[in-house]
């Protein structure tokens, strides 16, 4: 199993562009996360999704978008990049809410996005 | 303001010595994680705490759950550079799915 997959590893983009960012995971997991990790902030919730087809914000979802057709992918949208969207962005999944308390997440290796 | 406040912010010490890193809270938690993050990686579980007053180890690591479960510690033993590392403490609040996270302890063990 590969788990959660991401790309790309690194991207610069200019002011006013647009990206997508891939996730996709193996595990057969339900559940999917994108967050960003800014230096000495931890984790913020941009958006997750609880199945194919269902998808809600979390703690930081201006300027992001999200769409989830399959149980596997969970890609990102940047629409029109601004600065303060620099950041590293991590994508996870956990396998089902029922385990409750004791979901475990796991996570890609990042994207590092910077924008100029 | 972070729901969970982690401390030291930053550590260095030299193989060998011990050391202890808190995440502490005003609030309940249902259960506290504890991730283990090197560069350019992605956040690794260690360890998941569920029951105040609970007391799980990992080798040389030792993670402790304050008995009301708002405050965790992790132990480490007799440091070596291998767990050099951000240290990120993660809790459930109640049953849904949105972990809440501390920012993290940078700990770097010197040889």
């Known amino acids: 199993n590969a788990g959660v997959t991401q790309t790309p590893k690194f991207r610069i983009l200019k002011i006013g562009q647009s990206m997508t960012l891939q996730c996709t995971q193996d595990?057969?997991?339900?559940?999917m996360y994108w967050y960003r990790q800014d230096p000495g902030m931890g984790l913020k919730l941009i958006y997750y999704s609880v199945g194919a087809g269902i998808t809600d914000k979390g703690e930081v979802p201006n300027g992001y978008n999200v769409s989830r057709s399959t149980t596997e992918d969970f890609p990102l949208r940047l629409e029109l990049a601004a600065p303060s969207q620099t950041s590293v962005y991590f994508c996870?999944?956990?396998?089902?809410?029922?385990?409750?308390?004791?979901?475990?997440?796991?996570f890609g290796p990042g994207t590092r996005l910077t924008v100029l | 303001t972070q729901l969970l406040e982690q401390s030291p912010q930053f550590l260095s010490i030299q193989e060998g010595e011990n050391l202890t890193v808190y995440c502490n809270s005003s609030?309940?938690?249902?259960?506290l994680q504890w991730y283990r993050q090197e560069p350019g990686e992605g956040p690794v579980l260690l360890v998941t705490v569920v029951t105040g007053g609970e007391v799980k180890k990992l080798k040389r690591l030792t993670f402790q759950f304050g008995d009301a479960r708002k405050d965790s510690s992790l132990h480490i033993t007799a440091a070596q550079p291998g767990d050099t590392g951000l240290y990120l403490c993660?809790?459930?609040?109640?049953?849904?799915?949105?972990?809440?996270w501390g920012a993290g302890t940078k700990l770097i063990i010197k040889p």
């Open positions: 609030s309940v938690f249902s259960s």
């Open positions: 993660a809790g459930y609040m109640d049953s849904n799915y949105q972990l809440i």
């Open positions: 595990m057969n997991h339900n559940y």
């Open positions: 996870a999944s956990s396998y089902s809410p029922t385990s409750g308390i004791q979901d475990t997440q796991y």
